[in-house]
């Protein structure tokens, strides 16, 4: 099973700032996919990364998948109290989806 | 528009009690999983399954089985409960390959 490294583990921020948070492996990633998970909840998609060098956007999060398709980051600008959250990745192998242990993100009014 | 449906929401069992954490989808996705969550160790795999009739184990197998009878169903059994399963349980569904996961609510469950 690929292992997946998040970090930062917690990171804690006043309303307005911009933050980024990263994933590593090892090896390969076949694809990524990003999840957020609020309190109380079950995870939710955000991204598919699938090709090198990709970027994509959702509103005011950017994703970016390394050239080597070896670590990706998630950059949120001007953050606001709406994106605490858990923040995980995730990727597919052997019919598994395995998960690293996320980036516990909390936005500070 | 259900998606992914899991019960029960909480659970208390006694030590040595068995139970059955129910889970169903109703989007036809092939591929099945099971996850315990505990603070600061992520999600873990607790068993899959790629369709009905086939199940496989993931990271953390002991004490669990499941079964998959179904293209809907996927019930995770725990034969005889102990401490170290307190944990939140989610049961997550997708159509494989780049396919969003989607989860259930979960189950949150202790074992004293």
């Known amino acids: 099973t690929q292992l997946l490294e998040q970090s930062p583990q917690f990171l804690s921020i006043q309303e307005g700032e911009n933050l980024t948070v990263y994933c590593n492996s090892s090896?390969?990633?076949?694809?990524l996919q990003w999840y957020r998970q609020e309190p109380g909840e079950g995870p939710v998609l955000l991204v598919t990364?699938?090709?090198?060098?990709e970027v994509k956007k959702l509103k005011r999060l950017t994703f970016q998948f390394g050239d080597a398709r070896k670590d990706s980051s998630l950059h949120i600008t001007a953050a606001q109290p709406g994106d605490t959250g858990l923040y995980l990745c995730?990727?597919?192998?052997?019919?598994?989806?395995?998960f690293g242990k996320g980036n516990q993100v909390v936005v500070i009014p | 528009n259900a998606g992914v449906t899991q019960t029960p929401k909480f659970q208390v069992l006694k030590t040595g009690q068995s139970m059955t954490l129910q889970c169903a989808q109703d989007?036809?996705?092939?591929?099945m999983s099971w996850y315990r969550q505990d603070p600061g160790m992520g999600l873990r795999l607790i068993h899959y399954?790629?369709?009905?009739?086939?199940?496989d184990q993931g990271e953390v197998p002991n004490g669990y089985n499941v079964s998959r009878s179904t293209t809907e169903d996927f019930p995770l059994r725990l034969l005889s409960a102990a401490p170290s399963q307190t944990s939140v349980y989610f049961c997550?569904?997708?159509?494989?390959?780049?396919?969003?996961?989607?989860f259930g609510q979960g189950t949150r469950l202790t074992v004293v």
């Open positions: 997550a569904s997708s159509s494989g390959g780049t396919g969003a996961a989607f």
């Open positions: 090896s390969v990633f076949s694809s």
């Open positions: 990364v699938v090709t090198g060098g």
């Open positions: 995730a990727n597919r192998g052997n019919n598994r989806l395995a």
């Open positions: 989007m036809n996705h092939e591929y």
């Open positions: 399954s790629v369709g009905a009739g086939i199940t």
